[in-house]
């Protein structure tokens, strides 16, 4: 692998890409409980997720580079403007292309969902709109709301809300409010990740004036927060199920748990850039299984 095809991957942060699929397959698995199950939109609708989040990536390394977020004193992994890698000019080109594949694989998934149902179409086109112009300003332009405390309400709302809702409705083209339930569950523990990220870096944030949530709250209150974040994804889960009377199959989703935990103990023990790193790559992992292996109990209940 070249140098710049190896830079290039460090950009685009393959690691995060499975978390960005979790809210895309906890609706498929809602929708196919509800016998609405498509290949080609649950195909679809990963692809375009996946562009959504290279994209964000990509604007990530740049509007941090550019904003000097990005200094000697980061502790997680290198990145690609700010060492040098890639230039800033090439970064900009590539996020123009992804940016078109994302809207390209957008406008594909809403005519395989919707067909001429104009209405549908346009509100997605809508909401798809919003989610690139999200994922570019997170860390880009004069006032990039990722360094104003914002960002865990944007993954909340992505990862969780209209991810999972938005998802269901391209199988069913209906919602119902218990929905509500799973949905924001996934979208606590999206943010969950983006917490431990955040506790890692608060000290280097803090000098360079990224004000994350994290930095507001303050370590001991970010790590508590951290917890809450767990805790009521699981209760908003046993929620739904009980609710819904789902059967023995989605409480597959269970051994999830003890990792979640194992990396929350980790963040609330140590401030070591290495654990944190591993503590924030187990999350990533078991939030991405959680949502998993709920899909598939609730697909098979």
Same mark, same amino acid.
């Given at each position: 692998?070249?140098?710049?095809? %190896?830079? +290039?991957? @460090?950009?685009?942060?393959? /690691?995060? =890409?499975? &978390?960005?699929?979790?809210?895309?397959?906890?609706? %498929?698995?809602?929708?196919? /409980?509800?016998?609405?199950?498509?290949?080609?939109?649950?195909? @679809?609708?990963? @692809?375009?997720?996946?562009?959504?989040?290279?994209?964000?990536? =990509?604007?990530?390394?740049?509007?941090?580079?550019?904003?000097?977020?990005?200094?000697?004193?980061?502790?997680?992994?290198?990145?690609?403007?700010?060492?040098?890698?890639?230039?800033?000019?090439?970064?900009?080109?590539?996020? $123009?292309?992804?940016?078109?594949?994302?809207?390209?694989?957008?406008?594909?998934?809403?005519?395989?969902?919707?067909?001429?149902? +104009?209405?549908?179409?346009?509100?997605? $086109?809508?909401?798809?709109?919003?989610?690139?112009?999200?994922?570019?300003?997170?860390?880009?332009?004069?006032?990039?709301?990722?360094?104003?405390?914002?960002?865990?309400?944007?993954?909340? !709302?992505?990862?969780?809300?209209?991810?999972?809702?938005?998802?269901?409705? =391209?199988?069913?083209?209906?919602?119902?409010?218990?929905?509500?339930?799973?949905?924001?569950?996934?979208?606590? =523990?999206?943010?969950?990740? &983006?917490?431990?990220?955040?506790? /890692?870096?608060?000290?280097?944030?803090?000098?360079?004036?990224?004000?994350?949530?994290?930095?507001?709250?303050? /370590?001991?209150?970010?790590?508590?927060?951290?917890?809450?974040?767990?805790?009521?994804?699981?209760?908003?889960?046993?929620?739904? &199920?009980? !609710?819904?009377?789902?059967?023995?199959?989605?409480?597959?989703?269970?051994?999830?748990?003890?990792?979640?935990?194992?990396?929350?103990?980790? @963040?609330?023990?140590?401030?070591?850039?290495?654990?944190?790193?591993?503590?924030?790559?187990?999350?990533?992992?078991?939030?991405?299984?959680?949502?998993? !292996?709920?899909?598939?109990?609730?697909?098979?209940?």
């Amino acid at each position: 692998m070249t140098e710049k095809l %190896t830079a +290039w991957v @460090l950009a685009a942060r393959l /690691r995060t =890409l499975p &978390l960005a699929c979790s809210s895309i397959l906890l609706g %498929t698995g809602l929708a196919a /409980r509800n016998g609405a199950f498509d290949g080609a939109i649950m195909g @679809l609708s990963l @692809l375009t997720a996946i562009l959504l989040q290279i994209l964000s990536n =990509l604007a990530n390394d740049y509007g941090d580079a550019v904003s000097g977020a990005d200094n000697e004193t980061r502790i997680g992994p290198q990145r690609a403007v700010v060492s040098g890698l890639i230039s800033r000019g090439e970064m900009v080109r590539a996020m $123009v292309l992804v940016a078109l594949g994302a809207v390209a694989s957008g406008l594909g998934l809403l005519i395989t969902a919707f067909g001429n149902n +104009w209405l549908d179409v346009l509100l997605f $086109v809508a909401f798809g709109g919003f989610a690139i112009i999200a994922a570019i300003t997170y860390t880009v332009g004069k006032t990039p709301y990722g360094y104003r405390g914002f960002g865990d309400i944007s993954v909340f !709302l992505f990862f969780g809300l209209l991810g999972v809702l938005g998802s269901f409705y =391209l199988f069913t083209h209906s919602l119902s409010w218990p929905l509500l339930l799973p949905a924001a569950a996934c979208g606590l =523990l999206a943010t969950a990740v &983006l917490n431990i990220n955040n506790v /890692r870096d608060i000290e280097g944030d803090r000098v360079s004036g990224k004000i994350t949530l994290a930095v507001r709250l303050g /370590r001991e209150k970010a790590i508590a927060y951290h917890w809450v974040l767990l805790g009521a994804a699981l209760l908003l889960t046993i929620a739904f &199920l009980l !609710l819904e009377g789902a059967g023995p199959w989605p409480w597959i989703f269970l051994p999830a748990l003890k990792p979640l935990s194992g990396a929350a103990r980790i @963040l609330s023990e140590t401030r070591d850039g290495a654990r944190l790193n591993g503590a924030l790559k187990q999350t990533a992992i078991s939030a991405f299984l959680y949502s998993l !292996l709920l899909a598939i109990g609730l697909a098979l209940s």
